[in-house]
């Protein structure tokens, strides 16, 4: 059957132009003004989780010294720290943010393909943001019970946060859940139904890909959290005992009893860990995007690429307990978890070989974007050795809960993704807004940041060998703990400070850019990619003026030989002499005849 | 223990991996690889609604399964031994027969608008929407009826589990006639057939999809 892309299908799609400022920019239906809008919830949100952050630093470094920090405080700042950047600051911008701005220009569609619904989704997730500060604003404060949310501790007085707290945090995750739904269901289905003419699934560009499979991995992995946020507020509020055992809580018998604790556990880490992923494949994606637009080069081992992206997705749902070798499991089952963690690292050190080799004799543009997708090769593959310790049963048993573990989740699922998430900021800007960045600025920022981010989590990995636990407000004076762990500490604390400190000249470049700018052109760094051939830089409503693009080529076609530009756009037709592989052309040209 | 969950993961994983198998041989690289990568079949040749609902509804199979999952688990005598089946209300069978009838009858009504028959369409819609309100109000009626035995022990996890799985399956039968709600009215306002019969349609594919889901748990119910 012939196909019809969905974008020129008027009855499937209509586009009306919105006419008011309203419309416009605020229930705005467009996927760029969608995009932007979660962007700027979830960075400010973002901001908000990193001054936390510094707050549990100074805290560390000088204990007793700042009245303004309780113990309570502390855990609460923990909490919503872990919780903010997991759930409402990267799965929100990588796949609100990015999914929504590059899966239809990047397949050539004018829009979503449920523009409404995804303007609910975004309003549904600034409500899900809405009700999870306000928990801050309750008595009692917000939940202490770690982003884990590990009953029975979460509802028991001595949490704080125990009745209002964790009510919010429950309510604001379903409300987000929902809101993601309503997104995730467009990315997937914008992806299998309105390319544009051309655009087979194995020409996508690998962003796409990463947020397909990540959207996937949430679509099946979500409902987890969802159900055990629902068991856990009627436990909560309607005194039912799925997860609650029977506890004696401050002298008193609670009226809980035979619930298993083990239970959550499995299903919010049948949630946590794709969640991993969902963060992941995205910035995957992106990576290898932006290392093969800077340096000039096709990216190494493209349906390699793909595969290890969907073979990853696939794994990352049979490894879930290797969150829980300490909670106790039989010792098959952690031997079936622990190969299956292990085997997941085949693919993704395709991934890492892949990166490495795209950047092998290129001719690599050392922009601001490429510093950043460097820096995040550095800093994955260094959270990504660190889980073969920790996916090991018993190398896990006594690191486990100390700061070797905050050290490798950071450098793996924190840090590498946020470095993901500047390059592609930086290199996205200029299509965004239309106007070019401060260089200077943008290399001073990745500099400070990507040291820092080195000085802060590197330590954490002694400092977690030599036994020190996480989530500890202070450290007393315990005896295998020695003075030096406390200077270290004091050290990781100035290094997170000028982080944060670093992370207002990105802010302030921002501003500039809008403000001052120089206009970037419709395609600044050369690419080939559908994004910056729109006839308009920023693209407007409908993205593609009258006519669709027609995409004759894959997304990587750098530096071919013979061809005088060093890229050619994906939209360019085939003219003979210029696919990649030189043996297969004449081949490749009768074959293209016959059809 | 999650046996049942890795085997719907893996299942999923397979599924996946079989559809995409086709797509992911190409070469893309080469100006022509194989036929299947110059020839035109870059999209699923479906309304977009329809792969949408379809999407949906592998996110609530995940919902269900994992929900399943957790009873199962947490039926485990090893455990607690704190599970005391609780007999189930007769009403359910009678609500079973009303949702395999209000199933029937929107069945009836995709029939119908393919055909150009609005009389027929209208009472068709009608009768499936007030059979699935109809069955509502029997699981309303059976938690009445449990709530006034001395089985009502919220400490009994079989209990909490009953009125878990009951209400989390009417609210996704709430939403489906939020959308019958808005199909019906158009019908009534004698809307073209061509905009209506692909709403009515979904909403027929989720009536029995919904069907399906509650004969499980019946199921499940029933057996435990």
Same mark, same amino acid.
């Not at chain 1, 004076?477 to 020695?482: L, Q, V």
């Not at chain 1, 071919?560 to 060093?566: Q, S, Y």
């Not at chain 2, 485990?76 to 704190?82: E, I, Y």
């Given at each position: 059957m012939a196909f019809v892309a969905i974008a020129d299908r008027d009855h499937e799609q209509d586009l009306h132009d919105p006419q008011t400022f309203i419309t416009k920019y605020i229930w705005s239906q467009d996927h760029k003004v969608i995009a932007i809008q979660y962007g700027v919830i979830a960075i400010s949100v973002g901001l908000l989780a990193l001054i936390l952050s510094v707050m549990m630093r100074l805290q560390l470094a000088f204990p007793e010294t700042f009245a303004f920090i309780t113990p309570n405080e502390y855990i609460q700042f923990v909490t919503m720290h872990g919780m903010i950047m997991v759930i409402y600051l990267l799965t929100a911008l990588f796949l609100g943010g990015f999914g929504n701005y590059l899966i239809p220009l990047m397949c050539g569609a004018r829009d979503m393909v449920f523009p409404y619904m995804n303007m609910l989704s975004v309003w549904a997730y600034l409500l899900s943001v809405i009700i999870l500060l306000a928990s801050f604003f309750v008595p009692g404060g917000p939940t202490g019970a770690g982003w884990t949310l590990y009953p029975p501790q979460t509802i028991l007085p001595g949490t704080p946060g125990h009745e209002l707290g964790i009510f919010l945090m429950l309510l604001s995750l379903a409300v987000f859940i929902v809101a993601f739904t309503m997104g995730g269901l467009n990315y997937v289905t914008t992806v299998l139904q309105a390319r544009c003419r051309g655009m087979t699934l194995m020409r996508m560009p690998l962003s796409v890909w990463g947020i397909f499979t990540a959207t996937i991995l949430g679509l099946l992995a979500f409902p987890a959290l969802l159900v055990s946020a629902i068991m856990m507020l009627f436990d909560l509020i309607l005194g039912t005992s799925f997860f609650m055992p029977a506890v004696l809580s401050m002298g008193e018998t609670l009226?809980?009893?035979? #619930?298993?604790p083990i239970l959550f556990q499995h299903l919010f880490w049948f949630f946590g860990h794709p969640e991993v992923y969902i963060v992941a494949l995205p910035a995957f994606g992106i990576v290898s995007d932006l290392l093969s637009v800077h340096a000039r080069k096709n990216i190494f081992g493209y349906r390699m690429m793909v595969w290890a992206i969907v073979g990853i997705g696939a794994l990352s749902f049979v490894v879930w307990a290797h969150h829980m070798y300490v909670s106790g499991m039989n010792p098959y089952f952690g031997f079936f978890f622990a190969t299956t963690t292990l085997i997941i690292a085949i693919p993704t050190a395709i991934k890492v070989y892949n990166w490495v080799l795209t950047l092998w004799q290129a001719n690599i543009r050392m922009t601001v974007p490429m510093l950043f997708s460097i820096g995040f090769i550095f800093t994955f593959t260094h959270g990504g050795l660190t889980g073969l310790f920790l996916g090991n049963v018993t190398v896990d048993l006594p690191l486990s809960d100390t700061y070797f573990v905050i050290g490798h989740f950071h450098m793996v699922m924190g840090v590498s993704p946020v470095l993901v998430l500047f390059g592609a900021l930086y290199h996205w800007m200029p299509k965004i807004t239309g106007k070019m960045f401060n260089e200077t600025l943008g290399k001073i920022h990745f500099w400070l940041t990507f040291l820092c981010t080195y000085a802060i989590y590197l330590p954490m990995h002694y400092l977690g060998i030599m036994g020190l636990p996480r989530r500890y407000y202070a450290y007393g004076?315990?005896?295998?703990?020695?003075a030096s762990a406390q200077s270290m500490n004091v050290g990781i604390t100035m290094a997170a400070i000028i982080l944060a400190i670093v992370q207002l000249i990105f802010i302030y470049n921002v501003i500039w850019t809008l403000r001052k700018g120089k206009p970037a052109g419709s395609n600044p760094w050369e690419a080939t990619t559908l994004e910056w051939l729109t006839p308009d830089t920023p693209p407007k409503? #409908?993205?593609? #003026?009258p006519k669709l693009p027609e995409v004759h080529r894959w997304a990587y076609d750098y530096s $071919?030989? #013979? $061809?005088?530009?060093?890229y050619i756009p994906q939209t360019e037709p085939h003219h003979g002499h210029d696919s990649v592989d030189g043996e297969s052309e004449d081949a490749a040209d009768e074959a293209s005849d016959h059809s | 223990m999650s046996m049942w969950t890795l085997a719907i993961a893996l299942v999923c994983a397979l599924t996946v991996w079989a559809v995409l198998v086709r797509y992911l041989m190409a070469q893309p690289w080469l100006a022509s690889g194989d036929p299947g990568y110059t020839v035109d079949i870059a999209a699923v040749d479906e309304p977009a609604k329809k792969v949408g609902l379809y999407m949906f509804l592998a996110m609530v199979s995940s919902l269900f399964a994992l929900f399943i999952t957790a009873y199962v688990m947490r039926m +485990?005598?090893?455990?607690?031994? +704190?599970w005391f089946s609780i007999p189930k209300p007769g009403v359910l069978w009678i609500n079973t027969l009303l949702l395999i009838y209000s199933s029937i009858s929107m069945q009836q009504a995709k029939n119908v608008s393919e055909t150009n028959n609005p009389q027929n369409l209208k009472r068709a819609l009608l009768i499936g929407g007030v059979f699935a309100f109809l069955f509502l109000g029997g699981q309303l009626f059976a938690w009445e009826q449990l709530h006034d035995t001395v089985y009502f022990q919220l400490s009994n996890p079989a209990l909490g589990f009953f009125y878990l799985l009951t209400g989390i399956h009417a609210l996704h039968l709430l939403g489906g006639l939020y959308v019958w709600a808005r199909v019906t009215t158009k019908v009534w306002k004698n809307a073209k057939p061509d905009s209506v019969s692909l709403s009515i349609e979904l909403c027929t594919t989720y009536w029995h999809y919904l069907l399906l889901v509650w004969l499980v748990l019946f199921g499940l119910l029933l057996l435990t």
């Open positions: 009226n809980y009893q035979g #619930g298993s004076n315990a005896e295998f703990i020695p409503h #409908g993205n593609w #003026g $071919v030989p #013979g $061809v005088e530009l060093d | +485990d005598p090893t455990h607690a031994g +704190d």
